[in-house]
């Protein structure tokens, strides 16, 4: 359940200030993003809406992530394994034990959804890989 009382928007910024960081200079997802996002202060406070809304349920974000991703090219479990890597090495470096463990293990759970949606939407894409990778 989402709870006002877990963390502070402040902290929600940060791990997200610090995330794209991170996947802006990432080999393999920076290019993805780069491609889409050509304004990332607004990219950024749009995330800090969904985290907002997931851990704190402030109810800020309108958006569709789903078909959004969906029509991203060429996404593998392998890639969100990586992004999930990423997430979590970052959410490990914040001080508030409750927000970081919580965090993750949403991550982790839209991240399967995410890739259930997408192997549905993109059924020639690889199916082998299960979703238990990327579950906590
Ligand atoms: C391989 C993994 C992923 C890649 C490459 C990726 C890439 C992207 C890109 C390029 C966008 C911008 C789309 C656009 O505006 O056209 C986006 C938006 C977004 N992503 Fe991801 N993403 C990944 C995984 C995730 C995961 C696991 C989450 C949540 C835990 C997430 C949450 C979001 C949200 C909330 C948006 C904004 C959606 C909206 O505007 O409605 N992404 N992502």
Request: charge should be negative; include cysteine.
């Amino acid at each position: 359940m989402p709870d006002p009382q877990l963390c502070s928007e402040e902290e929600i910024a940060t791990l997200v200030q610090r995330f794209y960081a991170r996947v802006r200079r990432d080999e393999q997802l920076g290019p993805i993003f780069n491609a889409r996002i050509h304004d990332w202060p607004a990219h950024e406070a749009k995330l800090c809406d969904f985290w907002s809304s997931a851990l704190r349920g402030t109810r800020r974000f309108h958006g569709t992530p789903m078909p959004l991703h969906a029509a991203l090219p060429g996404l593998t479990a392998v890639l969100f394994s990586h992004w999930l890597q990423l997430f979590d090495e970052t959410a490990a470096t914040l001080p508030n034990t409750a927000l970081r463990e919580r965090v993750s293990h949403l991550a982790h759970r839209i991240a399967g959804s995410l890739w259930y949606g997408y192997q549905l939407a993109n059924p020639a894409t690889e199916t082998s890989t299960g979703l238990q990778e990327l579950t906590p």
